[in-house]
């Protein structure tokens, strides 16, 4: 990262969990993209780096046991697939990036590597895949599985899964496309291979059968926080998801990160971490410390919380007495998401837990524009980059909330030179790469 400088993306979902919110719900069709091409617009204006659709592939009946609070609630569902937004999206602008989660548990590697490159030509160079295995056994099921398989073999079958869709990508050589008209030749075959993968758990002839990348492929994604989840993120990401507990543990995080990268005969730079942060904006301090109590103590965000983290550990969190600690758990879903939210040791009870996850992420950032870009400022100097992944505070998408973070607290970081006023490269892979 160069001195000062740091990357900013946005995360979301394809998902209206603000149905009801009475600023958050308004205009357009929801399910025709609209709102997310306003936000893409927005965030671009604003020269974020990318945009990352998160998604799952199931209904979870985790929650109380059942899928009654996530219907009710639209908890996570509907949640339509992030794939042909992401398309979409791509058309509309021309510098923001799209990144779309692809879960390796629905795809198989071959249909995969044609739906990313396909994108990616869509995005003109912008797109990038959200590696995930999916983490559920609702999922699972839908694929004709009993359960979900153990955690670290997931890991070991995406290792093999994206070495599979490397090679796909590689069949063709850069150049193998020629388009001479005057010999009749569209592409030289001595630069189009099959690569007769045959691995432990996955088997493709190739070669792809869609036009090669210029860049080779498309952006990776990740958000591997447990040992081997971090092992796999450095050895493909080129953008990491973090989670973590103030600067700290955000920067022994980063150079965990860049170490096994650069174990992995990886250059550590070529690994942006981006530290998941939930900015609470106001007018004034006041103004957002009321506005932060006040969506902190609503029962929704409450319920909400519950599920979410429910879902995406497998564990039924409405067990547990809110006045107490959470007693030690094992997950085979995300264990550093639980670790996280869980914070064994600190013997803080439930509520506060529940609290503290909506507190603004990483760091705490309520405040001013002003206030919360130098907080953010000062976390980058000690943790070393390389930027931050902005959510909406309690898990809401609303057009106001984007505009707080696009129009207010990026022009902040702006006048501060800590982030960028305009884009210097066309891919997502540059864009990355370029500080
Ligand atoms: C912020 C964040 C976002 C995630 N988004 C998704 C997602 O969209 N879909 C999904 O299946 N898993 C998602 N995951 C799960 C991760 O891809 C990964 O499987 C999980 O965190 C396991 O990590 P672990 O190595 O900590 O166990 C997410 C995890 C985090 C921390």
Excluded at 44 to 70: K, P, Q, W
Excluded at 299 to 321: K, M, V, Y
Excluded at 416 to 431: I, P, S
Aim: hydrophobic fraction near 45%; charged fraction near 25%.
């Amino acid at each position: 990262m160069a001195r000062g400088r740091f990357h900013l993306g946005w995360f979301t979902n394809f998902a209206l969990d603000a149905w009801n919110e009475p600023l958050a719900s308004g205009g357009g069709d929801p399910w025709a993209g609209d709102i997310y091409v306003d936000l893409a617009k927005a965030l671009e204006r604003a020269c974020f780096d990318y945009m990352i659709l998160e998604d799952t592939l199931m209904v979870s009946n985790i929650h109380g046991g059942s899928m009654d609070r996530y219907l009710r609630a639209a908890i996570a569902v509907p949640k339509h697939d992030p794939a042909p937004l992401a398309a979409v999206i791509g058309a509309q602008t021309r510098h923001l990036g799209v990144v779309a989660t692809l879960s390796t548990l629905g795809y198989p590697p071959f249909l995969l590597a044609r739906l990313c490159a396909t994108l990616d030509h869509i995005c003109r160079g912008r797109f990038g895949w959200n590696i995930v295995t999916s983490g559920e056994d609702a999922a699972a099921q839908n694929f004709g599985m009993d359960a979900i398989t153990e955690h670290d073999l997931r890991y070991e079958m995406a290792d093999e899964y994206v070495d599979l869709v490397n090679r796909l990508f590689a069949s063709w050589d850069p150049d193998a496309v020629v388009l001479d008209p005057e010999r009749g030749v569209y592409a030289d075959p001595e630069k189009v291979r099959a690569i007769d993968f045959s691995g432990r758990f996955f088997k493709s002839r190739g070669p792809l059968n869609t036009a090669p990348l210029p860049h080779g492929r498309p952006v990776y994604v990740q958000a591997g926080g447990s040992p081997r989840g971090r092992d796999f993120a450095a050895r493909h990401a080129d953008s990491v998801i973090a989670t973590a507990k103030g600067p700290e543990a955000m920067k022994a995080f980063r150079d965990d990160i860049r170490a096994r990268a650069a174990r992995a005969g990886r250059d550590p730079d070529a690994v942006k971490v981006l530290f998941l942060l939930a900015p609470v904006l106001g007018e004034t301090e006041t103004e957002a410390l009321d506005k932060n109590a006040r969506g902190l103590a609503s029962p929704a965000f409450q319920e909400r919380t519950l599920a979410f983290q429910s879902a995406l550990c497998g564990i039924d969190l409405s067990q547990f007495d809110l006045d107490q600690p959470l007693p030690p758990l094992e997950t085979n879903g995300s264990k550093a998401v639980l670790a996280t939210f869980a914070q064994w040791g600190s013997g803080k009870p439930l509520r506060r837990l529940i609290q503290d996850s909506g507190k603004g992420g990483v760091i705490d950032a309520v405040g001013t524009p002003d206030q919360v870009a130098e907080t953010m400022i000062a976390a980058m100097a000690r943790v070393g980059g390389d930027g931050f992944l902005i959510q909406q505070p309690y898990g809401l998408i609303s057009r106001r909330a984007v505009l707080e973070v696009t129009e207010g607290l990026v022009p902040a970081l702006q006048r501060r030179g800590a982030v960028r006023t305009a884009y210097a490269t066309t891919t997502l892979g540059e864009t990355l790469r370029e500080f």
